[in-house]
């Protein structure tokens, strides 16, 4: 197969043959059961409410870039003060359920839930809030963009 008519010289078979042992490496390395569970595992409500408050403070840093910079606040600082954890459990804990694809991905789930229900009450508070400035702008004699008639 790797005869002198094929191309390849000893060199490359021994090449070839590293890399087929890497390969079984890395597939054999796939099949293990994921990562232990770690000692000081952050319970699955905890991670889901960690995941929901970096969403947001991605959403504030997309929004608004210095409102965390003027706080000096990064986002890991903030959850790690937060929850009274380091960067070590939150990685462990983040990597033994991450093992599990359906679990963490409805995990992620009940964060997309939960942004959508706030967001809707949002909705709602701002409908009630800007239908009061109308009452308070009629009341005031100004018209729909604020200027007294």
Do not use: W
Request: glycine letters at 6%; a negative charge.
């Amino acid at each position: 197969m790797f005869g002198a008519a094929s191309g390849f010289h000893s060199t490359d078979k021994t090449e070839v043959m590293r890399v087929l042992l890497l390969l079984f490496i890395v597939f054999l390395s796939g099949c293990n059961q994921g990562p232990s569970k770690p000692d000081n595992l952050l319970p699955e409500d905890t991670m889901i409410d960690i995941f929901y408050d970096l969403a947001l403070l991605d959403a504030i840093r997309s929004h608004s870039p210095l409102a965390l910079e003027t706080q000096n606040l990064t986002a890991g600082d903030y959850i790690y003060k937060k929850y009274a954890i380091d960067s070590v459990q939150f990685a462990l804990s983040n990597q033994y359920y991450a093992a599990d694809i359906s679990k963490y991905k409805q995990m992620y789930e009940r964060v997309g839930e939960r942004i959508e229900q706030n967001k809707a009450k949002t909705d709602t508070l701002l409908k009630k809030e800007s239908g009061n400035l109308e009452v308070i702008d009629n009341v005031q004699g100004r018209d729909s963009e604020g200027i007294v008639r």
